[in-house]
């Protein structure tokens, strides 16, 4: 359960405690139910259904995503501030086509602040550190100090660089054997139901379906369904969603 789930958000508009989201202002109640139905529709794990309705309780107080990100700027390290504004830019080029363009903005951040930075890029570019930003907000909202957001903020940073629960990418150097070991790690190790793999490349995707051939007949290994949505067939970006049976 991600610490979004464990916010109380907002007390006169939306509940979410335990994984349960109770509408207490009927003014939202509508909106949610929509937003619910097409999240349920796309199969998408928890952490990124809350983060969706997040993202859409931020529209309705007129706050943009730049905007998000502005307000969390005072609370982030000088160090991921920098790769942040660089991941926004590749985030914009990638969600325009431009795969190659998103490609050399991290190229350059990796050249200049290393592979970590890439990590951190790609977060952004699949809108998974929304959820950080939302989570940041919300904690502000809810009566934070400044020094226990700071501390959060980077330390969740962090961790997420160092292991991102819900997601990994798969490149050119990672091995068959690696992207087994990653899935292993994430399904069995933390018992996730939920887990969606990026890739770049025909070879890449090649190597990701051999493992997942491998481990829908591997006894050890929960049974699963997974679907394969392509985000652009030019250039073979894919996403992979692995679910849990």
């Known amino acids: 359960m991600t610490d979004l789930l464990k916010l109380l958000i907002d007390e006169e508009v939306i509940k979410i405690a335990d994984g349960i989201i109770k509408i207490i202002s009927e003014k939202l109640r509508k909106k949610f139910n929509e937003i619910k139905k097409k999240l349920e529709k796309k199969k998408l794990?928890?952490?990124?259904?809350?983060?969706?309705?997040?993202?859409?309780?931020?529209?309705?107080?007129?706050?943009?995503r730049a905007e998000k990100y502005n307000l969390i700027k005072k609370y982030i390290d000088s160090?991921?501030?920098?790769?942040?504004?660089?991941?926004?830019r590749a985030r914009e080029a990638y969600l325009a086509g431009d795969i190659d363009g998103s490609g050399k903005i991290k190229k350059d951040a990796s050249m200049r602040y290393g592979r970590d930075a890439v990590i951190l890029i790609n977060l952004i570019i699949q809108g998974?550190?929304?959820?950080?930003v939302d989570?940041?907000?919300?904690?502000?909202?809810?009566?934070?100090?400044?020094?226990?957001?700071?501390?959060w903020l980077n330390d969740k940073i962090e961790k997420y660089i160092k292991f991102f629960p819900f997601a990994f990418w798969v490149s050119i150097l990672d091995s068959s054997i690696k992207i087994k070991e990653e899935l292993i790690r994430r399904c069995i190790t933390n018992g996730l139901t939920n887990v969606n793999i990026h890739t770049i490349g025909k070879e890449n995707i090649e190597k990701i379906e051999e493992v997942i051939i491998e481990l829908s007949k591997d006894k050890h290994f929960p049974k699963f369904n997974y679907s394969k949505d392509y985000e652009s067939?030019?250039?073979?970006?894919?996403?992979f969603k692995i679910e849990i049976k």
């Not at 998974?128 to 950080?132: L, S, T």
């Not at 907000?137 to 400044?146: C, D, F, R, V, W």
């Open 135 to 151: 989570t940041t907000i919300l904690q502000k909202e809810k009566g934070k100090t400044n020094s226990d957001i700071v501390v």
């Open 45 to 64: 794990s928890k952490p990124l259904l809350v983060s969706e309705f997040a993202e859409e309780y931020y529209k309705l107080k007129n706050i943009s």
């Open 128 to 132: 998974y550190f929304d959820e950080i």
């Open 233 to 239: 067939e030019e250039y073979n970006a894919v996403t």
């Open 79 to 88: 160090k991921y501030w920098s790769i942040i504004l660089l991941g926004m």
